[in-house]
């Protein structure tokens, strides 16, 4: 499985983007996907994830209410709406998928990364 996260950029407090994660190699429609970030200095720290349907998420208490992440298994595709950013919302953005459960929030539990897109938010 490969994934390549993409949407990233620079924008201001309040702003909205959607980051959007591909998986090609095969389907990745039974895995549980996650988003994960990390910010310079720091460790990569869970996000968002969604069960393989897409009738079940999890959030980051400090994304809650308002990232959004959602699955469209015909495409392949794992998505994340971002909207009111923030200034600590800035950090590289990793799409993840975990063919054993979901929702899990340590980076172990994920076999297949992508490669990171940068999100900046100024304030």
């Known amino acids: 499985v490969q994934l390549q996260a993409s949407g990233g950029g620079l924008v201001q407090t309040g702003d909205s983007l959607r980051l959007s994660c591909a998986a090609s190699?095969?389907?990745?429609?039974?895995?549980?996907m996650g988003w994960f970030r990390q910010a310079p200095g720091k460790e990569r720290e869970f996000v968002a994830g969604?069960?393989?349907?897409?009738?079940?998420?999890v959030y980051l208490d400090s994304v809650r209410g308002r990232f959004i992440i959602s699955r469209d298994n015909a495409k392949n595709t794992v998505y994340l709406q971002m909207n009111s950013l923030k200034p600590e919302d800035t950090a590289v953005y990793y799409c993840?998928?975990?063919?054993?459960?979901?929702?899990?929030?340590?980076?172990?539990?994920?076999?297949?990364w992508g490669q990171g897109t940068q999100v900046t938010v100024s304030s």
């Open positions: 993840a998928a975990d063919a054993q459960d979901w929702g899990q929030r340590s980076v172990y539990a994920y076999e297949y």
């Open positions: 190699g095969r389907t990745v429609s039974s895995y549980g």
């Open positions: 969604i069960n393989w349907n897409g009738g079940m998420t």
